[in-house]
């Protein structure tokens, strides 16, 4: 049976401007998260069956997505507005397969480390927290 994986060359990275259109942004490297989670709360009690803890579903986070790109100013300005804003932006990760699967949230940019070595490009890894429900639409 063949493969249905994909590859993440053509996966775009885009942010919701004032004008409501998305827009890509340039030069990203790499796309980590959102890397979701879910609580769970113990309703376990003396006459549980089994002598097994017993859970229910508690609250759901989005996580965080972390770019890796290459330094260019215009995305630096970009995402350091992002950073001193108190509202949360809308932002896409575009997949290149051919549903375009996309992943629609909104986030916070939370940390923007610069990178700049003595022998290669200068990065910045940017960390955004997802705030709300992740959506995924083709």
């Known amino acids: 049976m063949p493969s249905n994986a994909i590859s993440g060359v053509g996966a775009q990275f885009m942010r919701n401007s004032a004008t409501s259109i998305f827009a890509a942004l340039a030069e990203v490297n790499q796309i980590s998260g959102p890397s979701m989670t ?27 997505v972390t770019l890796n790109m290459n330094f ?9 507005a992002d950073f001193d804003d108190d509202t949360a932006v809308d932002y896409q ?23 700049v070595p003595t022998d290669d490009k200068v990065t910045v890894d940017v960390t955004l927290k997802v705030t709300g429900q992740i959506t995924v639409t083709s």
């Open 72 to 80: 260019t100013r215009d995305n630096y300005i970009l995402l350091l």
């Open 93 to 115: 990760i575009i997949l290149a397969d051919t549903g375009a699967t996309t992943l629609d949230f909104t986030a916070f940019v939370t940390d923007m480390p610069l990178t």
């Open 38 to 64: 879910r609580d769970f709360i113990e309703v376990t009690s003396l006459d549980s069956t089994g002598g097994y803890r017993e859970f229910i579903g508690g609250f759901r986070d989005g996580g965080q």
